[in-house]
T-cell receptor, first 114, second 112 residues
Framework: DAGVIQSPRHEVTEMGQEVTLRCKPISGHDYLFWYRQTMMRGLELLIYFNNNVPIDDSGMPEDRFSAKMPNASFSTLKIQPSEPRDSAVYFC????????????FGSGTQLSVL | AQSVTQPDIHITVSEGASLELRCNYSYGATPYLFWYVQSPGQGLQLLLKYFSGDTLVQGIKGFEAEFKRSQSSFNRRKPSVHGSDAAEYFCAVGSGANNLFFGTGTRLTVIP
């Protein structure tokens, strides 16, 4: 398996533009997570899905952020409109529904909002 | 409130020296505890985890971690550090993998 795949690896955009981050989880994994990593706040859970259904979105910072999982193999995180304070590395992770509790992370998307 | 504290933002050690990465947590229930490693430009990889049982957990590459309930700590140790250990290390706590709270990380630099 290729692991969790995120795209793009880097995104540079201007304030006010819409940004869409993409994630393909590992096949067969029931859970998908979106995390944001910044120097000041470290890793923060934004939202997670179980079987394509959003379970906990309490970490989504504000209404400008939205996430979808239309099927088991694809998820998007959208920011509209983007702001400079959204600049961070966004990680997607997935895991299977086993006792193992092991998260598999993608390589992240480095987002810079100018 | 749940929180994880990694008091050392950056640690520099010489190759062959011993190492301890500190992690303290605040959690309302019996925690699950994890250590993850992040190499430059990469996502995080699980190194070891503690759910229950023996409080000394063995991980990969000679690392181990010890859960001390009385101190709310889950420190990670290695008797002899190698250059390839240089990375950023994250401690995490939760009631499971669905609601992990991560520390802000400790960056390890190894001097040859």
């Amino acid at each position: 398996d290729a692991g969790v795949i995120q795209s793009p690896r880097h995104e540079v955009t201007e304030m006010g533009q819409e940004v869409t981050l993409r994630c393909k989880p590992i096949s067969g994994h029931d859970y998908l997570f979106w995390y944001r990593q910044t120097m000041m706040r470290g890793l923060e859970l934004l939202i997670y899905f179980n079987n394509n259904v959003p379970i906990d979105d309490s970490g989504m910072p504000e209404d400008r952020f939205s996430a979808k999982m239309p099927n088991a193999s694809f998820s998007t995180l959208k920011i509209q409109p983007s702001e400079p304070r959204d600049s961070a590395v966004y990680f997607c992770a997935s895991r299977s529904d086993t006792w193992d509790e092991k998260l598999f992370f993608g390589s992240g998307t480095q987002l810079s909002v100018l | 409130a749940q929180s994880v504290t990694q008091p050392d933002i950056h640690i520099t050690v010489s190759e062959g020296a011993s190492l301890e990465l500190r992690c303290n947590y605040s959690y309302g229930a019996t925690p699950y505890l994890f250590w993850y490693v992040q190499s430059p430009g990469q996502g995080l990889q699980l190194l070891l985890k503690y759910f229950s049982g023996d409080t000394l957990v063995q991980g990969i590459k000679g690392f181990e971690a010890e859960f001390k309930r009385s101190q709310s700590s889950f420190n990670r140790r290695k008797p002899s550090v190698h250059g390839s250990d240089a990375a950023e290390y994250f401690c995490a706590v939760g009631s499971g993998a669905n609601n992990l709270f991560f520390g802000t990380g400790t960056r390890l630099t190894v001097i040859p």
